[in-house]
């Protein structure tokens, strides 16, 4: 007999509370610039009328905080089990290119929506998980794995650990400009975090030392480590069919090129010329492909052969499990892209992976470069084992938030300048006055 609509159980929304935060972070390097000492991030809390309290974390600084705000008046008397009806405005975003080519992820105006709808999205999950006792990998179709696999995330580097003045953090890695430093600074993440494969930041140095630093992993870690390599559209077509060349047997075995160059079409013709030469490097995206109105284009023109989902962007966690299903009806491989995170992020991009069966990667993770001082979670870092984010017996996602260190690190946010990420900036101020992203570079 189906239930009487009195026997519904509706958990219905109190309150929301956000949380603008500044987590430090190394002087990374790619080709949108360098990272600003303090990665921003935003912690929302969503309280149930019966005062269980939801938790995620998503993109930091004034845009993200003031989209959150302008949508709290929806949520407050809200069912939690509802989150798509009553955003559904906010769920696929504006139709149409929402290329990230020129934006670094998390300041594109034009996933504003998504992005919001994902981190009210998660939230519920997590506010449904700690009501009834579930982890959010089963709310959402339940888990097809345990572990989570994800990737050493290697970046050149300047010397600095983060943070400013008498917050400045210590260098666990540092300097990494040349080939060998940087497979100093992957095997030491590989000694402390066991990763099994790498994803490796480039677009930064001349190609050829680029390149010269792939072989140099190639030579510490042989070929049971695949290896990805992901310029950020910082290279011509004709730069990227000839590292796609020059490097064919080292991305070979579970590697890829990702976003070599600028757009569909240049991600095309790139595809073009490597299979002219008898190249089946698979060609991934999270710059050319980032919604689901790029990959009728995509697909037409075989401009990507795996796709980054991120439920941060992507519009949250149900939008991924679309992603991947959509992915493996037209043969294209699944990975996971990352930004600067903590351990909620990191959370919810375990339960989204451990619950998606057409994954194919181990996911991105920028977690190695964020310290335990900066650890928003209850108890401390989220153990990364053999390279495994291992899903807890516990509702939810499956992690508290530590009030003291949310108070703190909000007060960081309140006394530093950053508002929002600025990667050119930093170069200005530290590399070169003059500097701009100029796409292509090489
Ligand atoms: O952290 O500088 C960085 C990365 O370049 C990041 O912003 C990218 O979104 O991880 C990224 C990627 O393109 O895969
Ligand atoms: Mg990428």
Known sequence: MSAAL????????????????????PPLRSSYGRHQPYALRTIIELISEDGVIGINETYGGEEPKKALLAVRDQLIGRDAFRVTGFLSSLVEGPSGDRSQ????????????????????????????????GQPVCDLIGGRVRDEVPFSAYPFYKHAGGGGEGDDAREDEFGEALTPESLTRQ???????????????????????????????????????????IDPNSAWTVETSIRVGETLRDELAGGGYLEDPTAGIDGMAAVRRGLIKLGIDTPLASNVAVTCFADIPEAVRHDAVQVILCDHHYWGGMRQVQQL??????????????????????????????????????????????????????????????????????????????????????KERYEKCPYRKRDDEAEMRKHVDPGWKRILPRW
């Not at 219905?12 to 987590?23: E, F, G, K, N, W």
């Open 6 to 25: 009195t026997d519904l159980r509706p958990i219905r929304i109190a309150d929301l509370r956000i949380h603008s935060i500044a987590v430090a972070d």
């Open 101 to 132: 080519t020129m934006h670094v992820p998390g300041e594109n105006p034009l996933d504003a929506t998504t992005r919001t709808f994902a981190a009210i999205e998660v939230a519920c999950l997590d506010l449904i998980g700690k009501t009834i």
């Open 186 to 228: 992957v095997a030491r993440m590989i000694e402390l975090y066991g990763f099994k494969d790498i994803k490796f930041k480039a677009g930064v140095l001349e190609p050829d030392l680029e390149i010269e630093t792939v072989k140099e992993m190639r030579r510490a870690f042989g070929p049971d480590v695949p290896i990805r």
């Open 324 to 409: 991947a299903r959509l992915c493996k009806t037209f043969g294209i491989g699944l990975s996971m892209h990352s930004n600067n995170h903590l351990g909620v992020s990191l959370m919810g991009m375990a339960h989204v992976a451990a619950a998606t069966p057409h994954l194919t990667y181990a996911c991105d993770t920028h977690y190695p470069w964020q310290t335990a001082q900066d650890e928003v979670v209850l108890g401390g870092r989220v153990p990364i084992v053999n390279g495994c984010v291992k899903i807890p017996d516990k509702p939810g996602l499956g992690v508290e938030l530590d009030h003291d260190q949310l108070a703190r690190l």
